[in-house]
């Protein structure tokens, strides 16, 4: 089944905002006033104005969220914070109407959930980019970076932040990039919603910032390789990762080195070595949206990502 190419925005068009994941506080007339200054209109669900734990039951969050994503008056869907919430619904939503849409969706943290299932059951591609939380002037490049990828605009990313890690050439390491938050697709892996089996190999995995001690980045590591992901996949491309430091008589570690590691383990003599990259994905660095789902590349020589326009023509 091929990818559906999310709609490309273009000023004058309408985004709507939701809190798929958990309620928020956001100051909702600055996301406003920022799309604006951008073109754009937007509207808010009714989750926005919702108080509690959720944006509202998991039945009146997944109304919302197949509302927006189809018969909707807007072309694209914003999330606008992470939390805990969207694995409560994930299992109410017509993914065959929600992929004929094809609207773009953006959102990280808690969103994987929800990205993870689009694109398995919808084949939709997805943003991992910054939410309505991020909507603010001292995130204002982080905020074109967003809107520069929505408008199908070609990004490069350069440098990246760290060396890469595994095999050396001249190759580009190309694939397709899927993944998110760690604690989300560790608790995802072996459902219905995880990545299929017969795409890993063509698989560029994305983990992203969890905020978590070091034991338990390697215990759902472990997940991921007790269950033959790791040794299977192309590379590993790796968000920003903070407050994941352990007690005073820890060693430190190296999620990339363990990564990597592990990912050559029992490795088919018929696949290309694997590799590991950096990318900042906020939390005090740049912020690069990221699409899920598409085929980017990875130039290991220059250390830089290029990632294609990915929208409806």
Not at 159 to 182: C, K, S, V, W
Not at 204 to 230: C, H, N, S, T, W
Request: charged share 20%; glycine share 10%; proline share 5%.
């Amino acid at each position: 089944m091929d990818w559906v190419y999310p709609k490309r925005l273009a000023p004058g068009m309408t985004i709507a905002c939701i809190a798929p994941a958990s309620s928020s506080d956001e100051e909702l007339h600055t996301i406003e006033a920022i799309c604006a200054e951008k073109g754009y209109h937007v509207i808010f669900g009714a989750s926005c104005y919702r108080t509690g734990l959720y944006g509202g039951t998991p039945k009146e969050q997944a109304a919302e969220f197949q509302y927006m994503m189809t018969t909707a008056p807007c072309d694209a869907v914003l999330a606008l914070r992470g939390g805990y919430g969207t694995m409560r619904y994930v299992d109410q939503l017509d993914y065959d109407a929600i992929g004929h849409y094809g609207k773009a969706f953006i959102g990280y943290s808690d969103c994987t959930a929800l990205h993870m299932a689009l694109q398995r059951y919808s084949r939709l591609i997805t943003y991992h980019g910054p939410m309505g939380v991020d909507f603010k002037e001292s995130r204002q490049v982080d905020i074109d970076a967003l809107f520069h990828a929505l408008e199908g605009h070609l990004q490069v990313v350069e440098p990246l932040p760290e060396p890469p890690r595994g095999a050396i050439g001249t190759e580009l390491g190309d694939g397709i990039l899927r993944g998110g938050n760690m604690t989300m697709l560790s608790m995802l892996c072996g459902t219905k919603y995880f990545i299929e089996d017969s795409s890993l190999e063509n698989t560029i995995l994305f983990l992203e910032d969890v905020g978590e001690a070091p034991y338990k980045l390697d215990r759902m590591l472990q997940q991921l390789r007790l269950a033959g992901v790791l040794r299977r996949i192309k590379g590993l491309m790796l968000g920003t990762f903070t407050n994941c430091e352990g007690d005073d008589d820890e060693r430190e570690y190296d999620l990339g080195y363990e990564a990597l590691r592990y990912m050559e383990e029992d490795r088919s003599d018929e696949m290309i070595e694997p590799f590991v990259c950096y990318v900042p994905t906020g939390h005090g660095s740049p912020h690069h949206t990221l699409p899920l789902g598409a085929h980017v590349h990875f130039r290991y020589i220059s250390n830089t990502i290029v990632v294609s326009p990915y929208y409806r023509r």
